[in-house]
């Protein structure tokens, strides 16, 4: 069975300094991962996903993520956080076989002026 | 523009009445899913449905029920028999398929009293 971990439910940085959030996973077979964002009552927004390949993936609003296959981390990152980005932001994996997401709890970035 | 449409956003009911939730999609997509968020336990899978006329159950079926007539079209009813219906319920698709993203509607805010 695969899960996820997100490690701190809620995180706050100063306006300008770097965003991490953790995301560590839990498979048996070679991961899908994804990060998506939703703000206050909204859908979901893909902001990057690793399939194969690089391992660093870059996506959407200067975010990026890279996979540790040794650490089984797919961590978030952004080197300056933009007040636009206080959200909550969620890490998912999927199977090599099959669409279904297993998503983490979730974690609501805070960003302070 | 092709996406997802859910309604109604807010919808509200009595207690032991059933009611169901609209999800269309124009991307056609295959794939489509229901889920329900609350708050600090991320998303959890209730329904999907890889093609038309055939669905399965996700993690937390009991009390809902769904139907996949069309491919653009995937409905899903919370029953009475669902303890705890008042959630954020969101509805995705995607292609068929390992590796790709789900792409979600806006969400609908069902408040059962």
């Known amino acids: 069975a695969q899960s996820v971990t997100q490690l701190g439910s809620h995180v706050s940085v100063s306006e300008g300094a770097l965003v991490l959030l953790r995301c560590n996973y839990s498979?048996?077979?070679?991961?899908?991962l994804f990060w998506y964002v939703q703000y206050p009552n909204q859908g979901l927004q893909l902001l990057l996903k690793y399939t194969t390949g690089a391992t660093l993936v870059k996506g959407i609003n200067g975010f990026e993520a890279e996979f540790k296959k040794s650490e089984t981390s797919f961590h978030l990152t952004k080197p300056s956080a933009h007040m636009s980005d206080a959200a909550e932001y969620f890490c998912?994996?999927?199977?090599?076989?099959?669409?279904?997401?297993?998503f983490g709890a979730g974690t609501i970035l805070r960003v302070k002026s | 523009d092709g996406g997802i449409t859910q309604s109604p956003k807010y919808l509200f009911r009595k207690e032991g009445q059933n009611v169901t939730l609209s999800c269309e999609q124009n991307?056609?997509?295959?794939?489509m899913y229901w889920y329900r968020q609350d708050p600090g336990q991320g998303l959890r899978l209730i329904y999907y449905?890889?093609?038309?006329?055939?669905?399965q159950k996700g993690d937390i079926a009991e009390g809902y029920s769904v139907s996949r007539e069309k491919k653009e079209s995937f409905p899903l009813t919370v029953t009475s028999a669902q303890k705890n219906p008042t959630a954020f319920y969101l509805c995705a698709s995607s292609i068929q398929g390992s590796g790709y993203e789900q792409y979600f509607g806006p969400g609908t805010r069902l408040t059962v009293t």
């Open positions: 449905s890889q093609i038309v006329n055939d669905f």
């Open positions: 498979s048996s077979v070679p991961p899908y």
């Open positions: 998912a994996v999927s199977a090599v076989r099959g669409n279904k997401l297993v």
């Open positions: 991307l056609n997509h295959d794939a």
